[in-house]
């Protein structure tokens, strides 16, 4: 599994658009890129899914270079509810009940 | 239905009890999955089920022992657990293979005295 970094923790203000970039270097050609969201002492949630270009849907937008080594999670303007932690994951979640090995999230705080 | 529900919320229990956590789903999905969660950590995966075989095990100490009775249910059983067992724990399903999504229960809070 392709090992991610993020920074461990963002601040922003309501309203703004917030980004989150994700590095994966040695991601594998089978390999998609997902994102999670977790608030304090509740499941990760999904919230997006990408292979390659850009994807979007009516909670954020995910932008993947041509080179995949990086993905950036776009949160168009962020409340005081998208306070929480965001994983990105690598794998190949097509195969058969696949491992999912969360890395260590950017906690984002936004403030008023 | 897209609910993972798990039972119960909070667990305290003595290193001499057997406890078991409980998860259920109705999504169809036949793969399900345990997570150890410490605070400000990331979720530990734990145990994968697939079609109701546990498919990985990663390398979890034998006092947790898992168990899929069906394809919509999971436990969790526990036993002579230690302090440093205290966490969430967390139960997550999804289609196989498991594709973009894991659908993740509240979890339970687990105390260990």
């Known amino acids: 599994l392709a090992k991610t970094t993020q920074p461990i923790s963002m601040d922003s203000y309501e309203g703004q658009e917030v980004n989150i970039t994700c590095s994966h270097n040695?991601?594998?050609?089978?390999?998609?890129i997902t994102w999670y969201q977790q608030f304090p002492s509740q499941g990760p949630r999904f919230i997006i899914q990408g292979y390659k270009t850009k994807v979007t849907n009516e909670v954020a937008s995910l932008f993947i270079p041509a080179d995949r080594k990086s993905s950036t999670l776009s949160l168009p303007r962020v409340s005081l509810s998208d306070t929480a932690v965001y994983y990105c994951l690598v794998g190949d979640f097509y195969s058969s009940a696949s491992k999912i090995i969360f890395g260590s999230g950017t906690r984002l705080s936004i403030r008023p | 239905d897209t609910e993972v529900t798990q039972t119960p919320k909070h667990l305290v229990m003595g290193m001499t009890n057997k406890k078991s956590l409980k998860c259920e789903q109705h999504m169809g999905h036949r793969a399900m999955y345990w997570y150890k969660q410490k605070a400000k950590k990331p979720p530990e995966l734990m145990f994968v089920?697939?079609?109701?075989?546990?498919?990985i095990n990663e390398s979890v100490p034998s006092r947790f022992s898992p168990e899929c009775p069906n394809s919509s249910l999971l436990n969790l059983h526990l036993h002579a657990l230690q302090p440093e067992d205290s966490a969430l724990y967390l139960c997550a399903s999804s289609q196989v293979p498991a594709g973009n999504t894991q659908y993740f229960g509240p979890g339970t809070r687990l105390t260990v005295l």
């Open positions: 040695n991601i594998a050609t089978n390999d998609y």
């Open positions: 089920y697939s079609y109701e075989k546990l498919s």
